[in-house]
C-alpha cells in the first residue's frame, strides 16, 4: 500500500482509506470485525468515521471494540458537528460546548486516548469561525487530537479557516474531506483550488458515486436489491441519462485498456494533485481487496485528459 502525506502536514496515510460509515448500520460486529481485518491485511491506514455513523454512534462504538491493539497501527479519523440527537435535534454544530463535548463521548465509543484527524462535518451558521478553531487548536494542545480538518465546508469558509487560524497563531486545517468523483466534479471549481493552494491534503468521499461508477447498474434495469440505491430516491440524482452516457464511455474506455470501471474511478482521483487518500467504504472484505488493487493503474498525462474530456461536465 503506498502512503502519502496529508496536504503539507507530516500526517502519512494510505492511499486508499476505509470508510467506516457502514459500521453499526448496513453492517453488525461480526461484519465490521471482517472488513477491518481485511483493511489491516491489505495495508490500509486510514481509517475514517464519524459520529453520527451507524445511527448515531455506532460505527465508533463497533470500531472501539474491534481495533484493540491495532488502534496505534492507523490514523484513525472522526468527524463531528452532524446532529447526535435526531434530524432536527440541538446535539450539533461547532460551538466549544459543543466540540468539548463531542470529543469526549468519540474517545469514549472508541475505546482510545486520542484522534488523529479531527474533522468538522459540517458547516454551523450559528457559531463564529474563530469559536470553532480555539476550541480545536485547545484539543490539539490537550493531545486529544493530532490534527484537525474540515469536510463540507465551502471553498471561501476554508480560505477563512485558514486565515484566522494564520493570524491568530493557531492550528489550522490540513485537509478537506468533500464529494469528488468523475460524475461530480462541482469540488473543482470550489474545494479543489482552495486546497492546492494551502497545501491541504483532499480526501474524496462518494469516489465512485454512490456504486454508479462500479458498473453495477444499467440503464433500463432494475436497481439491484441490497444495493445502495435500491429502494430509495436518496440517490436518484445519479441515476441521470447524462450520467449513464458518461459511465458507459468510461466503462468501455476502461476495458479497452485491460482495466475495470473501478480501477479507472480510484486511479485518476489519485492522479489530482491535492488528493492524499480516496475513502472507499465496503461491506465485505473481498470489496477492501478490490478498492486497493483499483488504485494502482498509474495514467499517463495523455490518458487523463481523455478520460476528462469523456467525463467533462454537461
Same mark, same amino acid.
Given at each position: 500500500?503506498?502512503?502519502?502525506?496529508?496536504?503539507?502536514?507530516?500526517? /502519512?496515510?494510505?492511499?486508499? !482509506? *476505509?470508510?467506516?460509515?457502514?459500521?453499526? &448500520? %448496513? =453492517?453488525?460486529?461480526?461484519?465490521? @470485525?471482517?472488513?477491518?481485518?481485511?483493511?489491516?491485511?491489505?495495508?490500509?491506514?486510514?481509517?475514517?468515521?464519524?459520529?453520527?455513523?451507524?445511527?448515531?454512534?455506532?460505527?465508533?462504538?463497533?470500531?472501539?471494540?474491534?481495533?484493540?491493539?491495532?488502534?496505534?497501527?492507523?490514523? /484513525?479519523?472522526?468527524?463531528? !458537528? *452532524?446532529?447526535?440527537?435526531?434530524?432536527? &435535534? %440541538? =446535539?450539533?454544530?461547532?460551538?466549544? @460546548?459543543?466540540?468539548?463535548?463531542?470529543?469526549?463521548?468519540?474517545?469514549?465509543?472508541?475505546?482510545?486516548?486520542?484522534?488523529?484527524?479531527?474533522?468538522?462535518?459540517?458547516?454551523?451558521?450559528?457559531?463564529?469561525?474563530?469559536?470553532?478553531?480555539?476550541?480545536?487548536?485547545?484539543?490539539?494542545?490537550?493531545?486529544?487530537?493530532?490534527?484537525?480538518?474540515?469536510?463540507?465546508?465551502?471553498?471561501?469558509?476554508?480560505?477563512?479557516?485558514?486565515?484566522?487560524?494564520?493570524?491568530?497563531?493557531?492550528?489550522?486545517?490540513?485537509?478537506?474531506?468533500?464529494?469528488?468523483?468523475?460524475?461530480?466534479?462541482?469540488?473543482?471549481?470550489?474545494?479543489?483550488?482552495?486546497?492546492?493552494?494551502?497545501?491541504?491534503?483532499?480526501?474524496?468521499?462518494?469516489?465512485?458515486?454512490?456504486?454508479?461508477?462500479?458498473?453495477?447498474?444499467?440503464?433500463?434495469?432494475?436497481?439491484?436489491?441490497?444495493?445502495?440505491?435500491?429502494?430509495?430516491?436518496?440517490?436518484?440524482?445519479?441515476?441521470?441519462?447524462?450520467?449513464?452516457?458518461?459511465?458507459?464511455?468510461?466503462?468501455?474506455?476502461?476495458?479497452?485498456?485491460?482495466?475495470?470501471?473501478?480501477?479507472?474511478?480510484?486511479?485518476?482521483?489519485?492522479?489530482?494533485?491535492?488528493?492524499?487518500?480516496?475513502?472507499?467504504?465496503?461491506?465485505?472484505?473481498?470489496?477492501?481487496?478490490?478498492?486497493?488493487?483499483?488504485?494502482?493503474?498509474?495514467?499517463?498525462?495523455?490518458?487523463?485528459?481523455?478520460?476528462?474530456?469523456?467525463?467533462?461536465?454537461?
Amino acid at each position: 500500500m503506498k502512503q502519502r502525506n496529508l496536504g503539507t502536514s507530516g500526517l /502519512l496515510v494510505s492511499t486508499i !482509506g *476505509l470508510g467506516c460509515n457502514n459500521f453499526g &448500520g %448496513r =453492517l453488525d460486529l461480526e461484519g465490521t @470485525r471482517a472488513v477491518i481485518h481485511a483493511a489491516f491485511d491489505h495495508g490500509i491506514t486510514l481509517f475514517d468515521t464519524a459520529d453520527m455513523y451507524g445511527n448515531q454512534g455506532g460505527s465508533e462504538t463497533l470500531m472501539g471494540q474491534v481495533l484493540g491493539d491495532r488502534r496505534k497501527d492507523i490514523v /484513525l479519523a472522526t468527524k463531528f !458537528g *452532524l446532529p447526535m440527537d435526531g434530524e432536527n &435535534g %440541538r =446535539l450539533k454544530g461547532g460551538s466549544r @460546548r459543543y466540540i468539548m463535548s463531542a470529543v469526549e463521548a468519540s474517545l469514549k465509543r472508541l475505546k482510545t486516548d486520542w484522534i488523529d484527524l479531527y474533522q468538522y462535518h459540517k458547516p454551523d451558521p450559528l457559531t463564529p469561525t474563530e469559536e470553532t478553531l480555539r476550541a480545536l487548536d485547545d484539543l490539539v494542545k490537550q493531545g486529544k487530537v493530532r490534527y484537525i480538518g474540515c469536510s463540507n465546508l465551502p471553498g471561501w469558509q476554508v480560505v477563512e479557516a485558514q486565515w484566522t487560524s494564520k493570524h491568530l497563531g493557531l492550528n489550522s486545517f490540513v485537509s478537506c474531506q468533500d464529494e469528488y468523483s468523475l460524475l461530480v466534479r462541482k469540488a473543482e471549481q470550489d474545494v479543489v483550488p482552495v486546497a492546492a493552494r494551502y497545501g491541504m491534503g483532499l480526501l474524496p468521499y462518494f469516489p465512485l458515486a454512490s456504486g454508479m461508477l462500479t458498473g453495477k447498474y444499467r440503464r433500463g434495469e432494475p436497481t439491484p436489491a441490497g444495493t445502495r440505491m435500491a429502494g430509495t430516491d436518496r440517490y436518484a440524482r445519479y441515476q441521470t441519462e447524462g450520467s449513464f452516457d458518461v459511465v458507459e464511455k468510461l466503462d468501455a474506455y476502461a476495458k479497452a485498456r485491460g482495466h475495470t470501471l473501478v480501477e479507472l474511478a480510484f486511479s485518476w482521483l489519485l492522479s489530482k494533485a491535492p488528493v492524499s487518500s480516496v475513502i472507499a467504504g465496503a461491506t465485505k472484505p473481498e470489496q477492501i481487496a478490490q478498492n486497493v488493487k483499483a488504485g494502482d493503474w498509474a495514467l499517463t498525462a495523455a490518458e487523463i485528459a481523455e478520460i476528462e474530456a469523456i467525463a467533462a461536465p454537461a
